[in-house]
């Protein structure tokens, strides 16, 4: 019942800029942690960015200082600003959260359908 959609994802330059936004969506108590994951063709899903509910956000060395991640927990959206793009950001990007949909439910992992991002001249 809870659906993560992703947009914002396509084709840039290096050196561009682009931003992916994320919305969960259903029956949602509380979301601890959102965040974002790439997975580029022939390598494993690796985490981008991510916040935890009242932190600070964490993000991969890669991305430092090019990429910015946040929060809107009144709206259950998380988005990443992604600034000085290299063809190697060029992936699949997915978004995760981890929610939970009872009260007396745990945080179970969602993930959303992934938005290519493809970073070429």
């Known amino acids: 019942q809870v659906q993560l959609v992703e947009s914002g994802g396509g084709l840039v330059q290096p050196g561009g800029s682009l931003r992916l936004s994320c919305a969960a969506s259903?029956?949602?108590?509380?979301?601890?942690?959102m965040g974002w994951y790439r997975q580029a063709p022939g390598k494993q899903r690796e985490l981008v960015a991510a916040?935890?509910?009242?932190?600070?956000?964490n993000l991969a060395d890669s991305v430092k200082g090019r990429f910015t991640i946040s929060r809107d927990n009144a709206k259950n959206t998380v988005s990443l600003q992604m600034n000085s793009l290299k063809p190697e950001d060029t992936a699949v990007y997915y978004c995760?959260?981890?929610?939970?949909?009872?009260?007396?439910?745990?945080?179970?992992?969602?993930w959303g359908q992934g938005t290519q991002v493809t970073v070429s001249s």
């Open positions: 259903g029956t949602i108590v509380s979301i601890k942690t």
């Open positions: 916040q935890i509910s009242g932190g600070r956000p």
């Open positions: 995760n959260a981890q929610i939970r949909v009872h009260p007396s439910y745990t945080w179970e992992d969602y």
